[in-house]
């Protein structure tokens, strides 16, 4: 028995000691801040004067690129202006340059290409662009002429033509949109549009007997500026709006109103007449079985 005593209590000791073992003791941290200076170094970095110098030639190098790319575009604008110029001055634009002209201006291309590809062939951007604005100062009538015979002046003619026709055939119309109109003021528009129209044939003849390789005689502007005119003189007249019809309709209803009130009243009149007279009429009835009554009643008192 003392035996197992002593085991029992030799296990209660050593459980004793696993228990503290496994007991963890926590201690409070404190935490203390401060403020650290930190020096960078880096091995291979520049000095300062040494890096701005460096920023500064790579900026050199980039605008070095972006002009030679512009040079090489002037460069290649005025190779491209010759090579089509002298093309339209032989053809598309043969009709519009004299004979004297095109002897000036075909050797001046011819020279100038001559240049590009041996002294001009290393030029600045300034030079290629002064060449450029050159050669086309020397194309800019004929190139006026092409162009305001074959697309500015038909385009502002077709214009002017189809205000003109359209306030014709607006002023001539018995349509009920128009009724509101005057006579006078149509025949205004018409005589307005039959003067441009007339303007605009004479205009056009005396283009047509004029050399296509002269300055135009009239421009297509004059044509535009015929049409802003005459637009300014139908338009206000042939979209004035018709005139409100509401107002009419009110005065008709007011007039309808103002009747049927006035009959009320009438009628109103006449009631009071006819409840007076059946009135009067009832009174003088009373009045009358009265006397009746009384006259009876006297023989009455007499017989007693």
Known sequence: KKEEEKKEEE????????????????????????????????????????????????????????????????????????YTMRDKLNYGWKEYVSADEKEAMLPRLQACEEWLYDDGDDETKSVYTTRLNE?????????????????HRPAAIKALESIANEFLIRAKTDLPDYAHIATEEKDAVVKA?????????????????????????????????????????????????????????????????????????KENAEDTKEHEATNDDAAAMEEDAGKKDETAAEPMAEDK
């Not at 696993?18 to 960078?40: C, D, G, M, N, P």
């Not at 050669?135 to 697309?151: A, C, F, G, N, Q």
């Not at 018709?242 to 309808?256: A, D, G, L, M, V």
Request: glycine share 0%.
């Open 11 to 82: 296990k209660k000791e050593e459980e004793k000691k696993e228990e503290e073992e496994e007991v963890e003791i926590i201690q409070k941290k404190k935490v203390r801040r401060r403020f650290l200076t930190v020096h960078s170094t880096y091995p291979s970095s520049l000095p300062a004067a040494l890096l701005s110098n460096q920023i500064e030639e790579e900026a050199k190098m980039v605008a070095a690129d972006r002009l030679s790319v512009a040079t090489a575009v002037a460069k290649n604008e005025l190779e491209t202006f010759i």
């Open 135 to 151: 050669l086309t100062s020397m194309v800019k009538d004929v190139r006026v002429r092409y162009e305001e015979d074959e697309i």
């Open 193 to 265: 549009c039959d003067d441009a129209l007339l303007w605009m044939r004479e205009k056009m003849d005396t283009q047509m007997k004029a050399n296509k390789a002269s300055n135009p005689v009239v421009m297509s502007s004059e044509f535009d500026a015929r049409r802003v005119a005459l637009e300014s003189i139908v338009r206000p007249i042939m979209n004035r709006p018709k005139p409100k019809e509401e107002k009419k309709e009110e005065k008709k209803e007011e007039k309808k109103e103002e009747k049927e009130e006035k009959k009320e009243e």
